[in-house]
């Protein structure tokens, strides 16, 4: 009787253990997909994989300008600072590292310059002029052309995700395997008794 029990408990414990196992690898494998705080699945498009695009900001009292530079495409995003309401009907001008440009309008708060060539890189200083009806305002920012820095800002934060994915699910096969024990030992018989 005590072999039969003994190698029931052998084979209860493996398979217990198989399923232990089989949920810490799920834990494992979906802790890379969390989400952020404020991350939101709205109808936004998915964002393209890859290294960011080289942006800037330039930001007054009134106005922020963004501005992401695609090859030779400057993509221009013209708002109110107050709250963040694209600019309807202005103009902008921009010089860019001591050439001046005039950015043609594309809708309401966006506008788009064409460079003759890819800027250089290193740090590109840009100074916007906008006349938005009776306001003008000049905004200065710098475009940052250094694709190792920007690469190399995003991979902590990803080893930070793996890593907390990883603790969690030790976390997890830990309690399974005290609970797996806790309950192996309230099968056992106990030996003696009152007397």
Do not use: C, K, W
């Given at each position: 009787m005590t072999a039969s029990f003994f190698l029931e408990s052998i084979d209860m414990t493996s398979r217990l253990l198989f399923a232990m196992l089989c949920a810490a690898l799920?834990?494992?494998?979906?802790?890379?997909?969390?989400?952020?705080?404020?991350?939101?699945?709205g109808d936004a498009p998915a964002a393209p994989t890859g290294p960011?695009?080289?942006?800037?900001?330039?930001?007054?009292?009134?106005?922020?300008?963004?501005?992401?530079?695609?090859?030779?495409?400057?993509?221009?995003?013209?708002?109110?600072?107050?709250?963040?309401?694209?600019?309807?009907?202005?103009?902008?001008?921009?010089?860019?590292?001591?050439?001046?440009?005039k950015a043609e309008p594309h809708g309401e708060g966006l506008f788009e310059v064409q460079l003759a060539d890819v800027p250089a890189p290193?740090?590109?200083?840009?100074?916007?002029?906008?006349?938005?009806?009776s306001e003008t305002d000049l905004l200065a920012g710098e475009l940052d052309i250094h694709a190792d820095a920007h690469e190399d800002a995003a991979a902590p934060r990803n080893w930070r995700r793996i890593v907390g994915g990883a603790l969690g699910g030790a976390v997890v096969l830990a309690l399974l395997i005290a609970l797996a024990r806790r309950a192996r030992a309230s099968r056992t018989p106990q030996v003696g008794g009152a007397a």
């Open positions: 799920l834990l494992l494998a979906g802790a890379p997909a969390r989400a952020d705080a404020g991350h939101d699945h960011a695009l080289p942006r800037f900001t330039a930001v007054s009292d009134t106005f922020e300008l963004v501005g992401v530079l695609d090859g030779t495409l400057l993509t221009l995003y013209l708002d109110r600072f107050a709250d963040n309401a694209p600019v309807p009907q202005a103009t902008l001008e921009l010089d860019i590292g001591g050439t001046t440009v290193g740090v590109l200083p840009i100074t916007a002029t906008v006349i938005a009806g």
